[in-house]
T-cell receptor, first 116, second 109 residues
Framework: DAGITQSPRYKITETGRQVTLMCHQT?????MFWYRQDLGHGLRLIYY???????DKGEVPDGYVVSRSKTENFPLTLESATRSQTSVYFC???????????????FGPGTRLTVL | QKEVEQNSGPLSVPEGAIASLNCTYS??????FFWYRQYSGKSPELIMS????GDKEDGRFTAQLNKASQYVSLLIRDSQPSDSATYLC?????????FGTGTSLTVIP
């Protein structure tokens, strides 16, 4: 099916473990984004990617690693999970406008991560 | 200073009324503006995008942009209980998306 998918949808892990959240889009959008959403903070950008092999930090990148070897995939890895990383994680994608800026974003269904 | 600011609400309106949601932004160079709706437990979904000064209408929704005053608003006419959600304003300065914290809207039957 076309669109943007995330897996897993729910994940429970323990402090110190490595966790990878997957994101896949079928639109061939150039931009992809990772956000976390916590009560009182709204959506906060973790990392984004303007194209394959190009990634950049967002507002809250510490403790996270991303890669983008293929246009359609943008995995997010928590190298050593902490309780403060308990959150809902959203992946999004967008086309690139003529000047290179991102356009409207479309979101995946989210991953609810709990770190015990 | 935050890039995007919204009144968190909650905003309550009776069914059939006009709901008015507002957003201000700090970077005068911002060119693209968006409104998203997010139901509880769901992901944000795009409602409107607006790129130039003035009004843009889509069904019951009207987005208004005033670059001189650096604000963007969303009007929802004939509000329905199904419009009850959190509305997020988003702005793109410097090739990066910034979201406001959202305004919670409740439409009372």
């Amino acid at each position: 099916d076309a669109g943007i998918t995330q897996s897993p949808r729910y994940k429970i892990t323990e402090t110190g473990r490595q966790v990878t959240l997957m994101c896949h889009q079928t639109w061939s959008h150039s931009y992809m984004f990772w956000y976390r959403q916590d009560l009182g903070h709204g959506l906060r950008l973790i990392y984004y990617s303007a194209a394959a092999d190009i990634t950049d930090k967002g507002e809250v990148p510490d403790g996270y690693v991303v890669s983008r070897s293929k246009t359609e995939n943008f995995p997010l890895t928590l190298e050593s999970a902490t309780r403060s990383q308990t959150s809902v994680y959203f992946c999004a994608s967008s086309e690139s406008l003529a000047g290179g800026a991102p356009n409207e974003q479309f979101f995946g269904p989210g991953t609810r991560l709990t770190v015990l | 200073q935050k890039e995007v600011e919204q009144n968190s609400g909650p905003l309550s309106v009776p069914e059939g009324a006009i709901a008015s949601l507002n957003c201000t932004y700090s970077d005068r160079g911002s060119q693209s503006f968006f409104w998203y709706r997010q139901y509880s437990g769901k992901s944000p979904e795009l409602i409107m995008s607006i790129y130039s000064n003035g009004d843009k209408e889509d069904g019951r929704f009207t987005a208004q942009l005033n670059k001189a005053s650096q604000y963007v608003s969303l009007l929802i006419r004939d509000s329905q209980p199904s419009d009850s959600a959190t509305y997020l304003c988003a702005v793109i300065p410097r090739n990066q998306f910034y979201f406001g914290t959202g305004t919670s809207l409740t439409v009372i039957p």
